[in-house]
């Protein structure tokens, strides 16, 4: 059963690479924050700059809690931002999916089916966790 005050730990976010790759000099950058766009993370990956994701890959992040993370009863006032940087030209198109972790071991899935194109002028995707439901509970 899960536990309405289980502190979040981490999400893993897995990408579905489509007929663009991201290049490997695009920052990615993660983020679960509270809307709107420059409240602080709660959660936060930085690939630096350094991960190619070919076209027709898949390849999966974990973006880890920070700034004291959230609990499970905040989760539907958060938003997932998916956010690159690239050096000059760079398309992306990709679908998500995502399963967050409590500390109680309740597991929240959640995907966007896109697709989703961000490049150089149209460079964040905000989704928001307001419809998420809880995928599976564990006794820990």
């Known amino acids: 059963?899960?536990?309405?005050?289980?502190?979040f730990t981490s999400m893993v976010i897995t990408f579905n690479t489509g007929s663009d790759d991201k290049d490997g000099n695009t920052r990615l950058e993660i983020f679960i924050f509270t809307p709107p766009p420059g409240?602080?993370?709660v959660a936060y990956y930085?690939?630096?700059?350094?991960?190619?994701?070919?076209?027709?890959?898949?390849?999966?992040?974990?973006?880890?809690a920070v700034a004291g993370g959230f609990q499970l009863?905040?989760?539907?006032?958060?938003a997932i931002l998916i956010k690159i940087a690239p050096v000059g030209h760079d398309t992306w198109r990709f679908q998500f999916?995502?399963?967050?972790?409590?500390?109680?071991g309740?597991?929240?899935?959640?995907?966007?089916?896109g697709p989703i194109v961000l490049d150089q002028d149209a460079n964040q995707f905000i989704y928001p966790l307001t419809g998420a439901t809880i995928s599976s509970s564990t006794s820990v």
């Open 97 to 104: 999916s995502a399963v967050l972790y409590f500390a109680d």
């Open 46 to 64: 930085d690939d630096g700059s350094n991960d190619h994701i070919d076209v027709a890959t898949t390849k999966s992040f974990t973006v880890p």
């Open 39 to 41: 409240n602080p993370a």
């Open 73 to 78: 009863q905040q989760l539907t006032t958060k």
């Open 1 to 7: 059963m899960s536990t309405p005050t289980s502190p």
């Open 106 to 113: 309740t597991q929240v899935k959640v995907a966007q089916t």
